[in-house]
């Protein structure tokens, strides 16, 4: 696995902090069979009161992807790596017998070193409780942030009036927003 450390913010990486991001992300090659092949992106951000540490491994797959926050870097860094840790054994035990073998998803991950320990249960037997419809109307991304305000959700579905595509709205952990728009 080829892992790339980066800061920012004003975060200096040094060669400690280098170090133990690569030992502490290269662990989690074991899930899979083609770890070699694989790139993962860690990127260290400092602020006033915490870190911040976001892992990136994108695959042909999937992408894994984790953000934490910390007092201090080096947990930050192994907060995150526990996160993918779970991840990936949930997505493991999720993933249902045709998608594993479509394309070669089951072969990706190596079978002993991935087992659910019991987690299946508890990723797989959750059920759609509510479901919702609604109506789109056409409305600018200003007037979507106004409504996400209102209504107090993390998330806005709305119509971009401009573009004529459905997007959603959300609020980042950051208290900033963030916006997904389809094709």
Do not use: W
């Amino acid at each position: 696995m080829t892992i790339e450390v980066v800061g920012k913010n004003g975060l200096t990486i040094t060669p400690a902090i280098e170090n133990y991001a690569k030992d502490k992300i290269s662990k989690l090659e074991k899930f899979f069979t083609l770890g070699g092949e694989l790139n993962a992106r860690v990127l260290c951000k400092v602020y006033n009161d915490h870190h911040k540490v976001e892992v990136t491994i994108p695959s042909k797959h999937f992408t894994l992807r984790t953000e934490v926050a910390d007092q201090n870097v080096y947990a930050a860094i192994d907060l995150s790596v526990d996160k993918l840790e779970r991840q990936i054994k949930k997505f493991k035990g999720k993933v249902n017998k045709i998608l594993r073998e479509r394309e070669g998803i089951e072969s990706f991950f190596v079978n002993e070193a991935a087992q659910t320990d019991g987690m299946e249960k508890e990723y797989i037997a959750k059920n759609i409780v509510r479901s919702k419809s609604l109506k789109l109307r056409p409305m600018s991304i200003e007037e979507a942030i106004d409504q996400l305000e209102m209504i107090g959700h993390d998330f806005y579905i709305f119509l971009d009036e401009t573009k004529k595509t459905v997007s959603v709205l959300y609020l980042r952990g950051d208290g900033d927003y963030a916006l997904i728009e389809t094709e």
